[in-house]
């Protein structure tokens, strides 16, 4: 039961074994869940820092389950690093398809520092370079949203 969780968990509900791209598809569970949750701050926020907690939990521990380090089915962090990349912005469609693609851009590429936080053990590893990586794009992002006319719909 607990290997069970922790699978479950760590690919988000199987997501990660999307047999293309599994990082691309946790991205696009972290906005399907953006869009259950949007209309209420507290509610995404939580869901949020539950989301990051689990993952900082399980990750470490699929992990050793799965005999490698940061195996590309294990998704929680691409969640996790999603739903920060949108945290605290105005709601629209643009925004979260601008963010969607910079969080990406920089999970993949991961520009210094993120790559230096991938090496880091355990779920310290797996879930700090997607969390940096979602801090970056939200910055990017308040800083157009500062400049810009987008508004909260």
């Known amino acids: 039961m607990f290997k069970f969780l922790i699978k479950t968990i760590s690919t988000f509900f199987y997501v990660g074994y999307f047999p293309f791209i599994p990082g691309t598809a946790g991205s696009v569970a972290a ?6 949750v949007k209309n209420n701050p507290s509610v995404y926020f939580i869901t949020a820092l539950i989301l990051l907690a689990l993952g900082f939990l399980v990750s470490g521990r699929a992990e050793k389950l799965l005999r490698r380090h940061d195996p590309p089915c294990i998704v929680i962090d691409e969640v996790g690093g999603m739903l920060v990349s949108l945290l605290f912005l105005p709601y629209d469609i643009r925004l979260v398809v601008i963010a969607f693609v910079i ?3 920089l999970d993949t590429l991961k520009p210094y520092p993120i790559s230096s936080f991938e090496k880091l053990k355990g779920g310290l590893g797996v879930m700090s370079d997607d969390i940096i990586a979602g801090l970056y794009t939200n910055l990017i992002l308040q800083v157009v949203v500062s400049f810009t006319s987008f508004s909260a719909a």
Do not use: E, G, K, N
């Open 31 to 36: 906005v399907f869940l953006f869009f259950l």
């Open 103 to 105: 969080f990406r851009i």
